[in-house]
């Protein structure tokens, strides 16, 4: 398994896909708030901040390669035609040995052409932001879930909502990839 890969793997035994998306809304909510982020203890969050940094940062080696996508090699990448009932077949985004419920497993965020080639969801992602500034971005984010006052209040402009499609994105995206690359090898 490579390198990129291993830290998908780690970053999907920390947490399911439907506890990233949760707390991905928690901190961003937070953020716009004046309320501190209460979810858990600050530590759960800042281990949060940890591994979606450790996401981005892999992805976007994945995305500078662009070797996985392009060379359709990658059985992550659904290449031919599928029905509407392939589409939702469980095998494509669940894994059953890992407890997960077809509900919560089910990406919301992707597109059909998303659903059918997680990398482009990940370019995507950095169409919006470059790594730097994803970065800079996560850690004030996480910053003003912390603290008691919102990002407003000092007139840091976040589009939240574009910000949380795109790491919803990210995250149900890494996981298909999880699931049909990744975890079918282990």
Request: neutral net charge.
């Amino acid at each position: 398994m490579s390198e990129s890969y291993a830290v998908i793997e780690d970053f999907f035994s920390a947490l399911s896909v439907s506890q990233y998306r949760k707390y991905i809304l928690s901190v961003l909510q937070a953020a716009n708030s004046v309320k501190l982020w209460k979810k858990e203890e600050p530590a759960s969050l800042l281990y949060f901040q940890k591994k979606m940094e450790d996401l981005i940062n892999t992805v976007h080696i994945l995305v500078s390669k662009d070797k996985g996508r392009k060379s359709k090699k990658s059985k992550a990448v659904i290449d031919r035609p599928v029905t509407d009932e392939e589409q939702i077949d469980p095998g494509y985004y669940l894994n059953k040995h890992r407890g997960q419920l077809q509900w919560e497993a089910f990406p919301r965020s992707l597109s059909k052409k998303e659903f059918l080639d997680p990398f482009l969801a990940f370019e995507h992602f950095f169409q919006y932001r470059t790594l730097k500034e994803w970065q800079k971005d996560l850690r004030e984010i996480v910053f003003y879930a912390l603290s008691p006052h919102s990002c407003a209040e000092d007139c840091v402009d976040f589009e939240f909502l574009k910000i949380n499609e795109l790491l919803q994105k990210l995250v149900e995206a890494a996981h298909l990839i999880w699931v049909r690359e990744i975890d079918k090898d282990l």
